[in-house]
């Protein structure tokens, strides 16, 4: 029903930058909010941050003030741009849809098959 590419991730030195793209396709679904989870080796996946359709972000405690994310409902994408990197932020990144499934308005979670970010100098 949906496809969630993501492009975007890399290694990059700490203090660097990188941006997160996430392309969502498919049909028979209403997004309701997109957004970015990572999971680091070890630990559980866990929010990044999330964008509503009306355009409302929501950050985890880690990353506000460093990540800004940003959402193009014409093209059904969201980016995530990560400013002064740490090596804490090593994580493979999910990309998420929250959707209703039409036409029975089933709410589902979709998820792209993630981007390594690798932050090491």
């Known amino acids: 029903q949906v496809q969630l590419v993501e492009s975007g991730g890399g290694l990059v030195q700490p203090g660097g930058s990188l941006r997160l793209s996430c392309a969502a396709s498919g049909s028979g679904i209403s997004i309701i909010a997109m957004g970015w989870y990572r999971q680091a080796p070890g630990k559980e996946r866990e929010l990044v941050a999330t964008?509503?359709?009306?355009?409302?972000?929501n950050y985890a405690d880690a990353v506000k003030g460093r990540f800004t994310i940003s959402g193009d409902n014409a093209k059904n994408t969201v980016y995530l741009q990560m400013n002064s990197l740490k090596p804490d932020d090593t994580a493979v990144y999910y990309c998420n849809a929250d959707a209703w499934v039409l036409p029975a308005f089933v709410r589902r979670d979709f998820w792209g098959q993630g981007t390594q970010v690798t932050v090491s100098s």
């Open positions: 964008i509503t359709r009306r355009g409302s972000p």
